[in-house]
T-cell receptor, first 111, second 114 residues
């Protein structure tokens, strides 16, 4: 079963808001990756993190590799409608090995 | 387009039939991975190859499942005697082993067993 816990499981956004989500593990991972998946499509890589404490940005996205190597965080600033989708964190014990995924954070638009 | 390509995108099959899926990785990538994803869940690892060698198989990969990567390029995943529980999205990904090891995914094959 999955070893990564993502929080929150779902969230509503309003255009322009900042969004935060996190991923925690009971074991250490040496690489953390964040993916976004749209319905019926494969996951698309957003950010990869290789060092504990690393803070990396990709446009409006910022992700951090936790100091303990057991967690990671993703922030989306100034959200826009196309940010809707499911965000997955994934950890690797060693670079290039299999990924262990979280259960996803579903981002929805506020009605 | 030089991304990961999967074929077919959708497959509907009757229970008990065999199915085969194909994955073409990014051309210079030597690692190729198969994952399975059910509705509302994250992808779960099935197996991976480095070149033509199958390096790891998950316990999820029952003896009805077999994967090959005969020439270290494309890969096939075969499911024999399909069961309704095999219905899922089957995802393929590829990566380098150096210097960057990020895995890039294909669009997946959606299998429905009726």
């Amino acid at each position: 079963g999955q070893q990564l816990n993502q929080s929150p499981q779902s969230m509503f956004i309003q255009e322009g808001e900042d969004v935060s989500m996190n991923c925690t593990s009971s074991s250490i991972f040496n690489t953390w990756l964040w993916y976004k998946q749209d319905p019926g499509e494969g996951p698309v890589l957003l950010i990869a993190l290789y060092k504990a404490g690393e803070l990396t940005s990709n446009g409006r996205l910022t992700a951090q590799f936790g100091i303990t190597r057991k967690d990671s965080f993703l922030n989306i600033s100034a959200s826009i409608p196309s940010d809707v989708g499911i965000y997955f964190c994934a950890g690797q014990k060693a670079a290039g090995n299999k990924l262990t995924f979280g259960g996803g954070t579903r981002v929805l638009v506020k009605p | 387009d030089t991304g990961v390509s999967q074929d077919p995108r959708h497959k509907i099959t009757k229970r008990g039939q065999n199915v085969t899926f194909r994955c073409d990785p990014i051309s210079e990538h030597n690692r190729l991975y198969w994952y399975r994803q059910t509705l509302g869940q994250g992808p779960e690892f099935l197996t991976y190859f480095q070149n033509e060698a199958q390096l790891e198989k998950s316990r999820l990969l029952s003896d009805r499942f077999s994967a090959e990567r005969p020439k270290g390029s494309f890969s096939t995943l075969e499911i024999q005697r399909t069961e309704q529980g095999d219905s899922a999205m089957y995802l393929c990904a590829s990566s380098l082993t150096f210097p960057n090891t990020e895995a890039f995914f294909g669009q997946g094959t959606r299998l429905t067993v009726v």
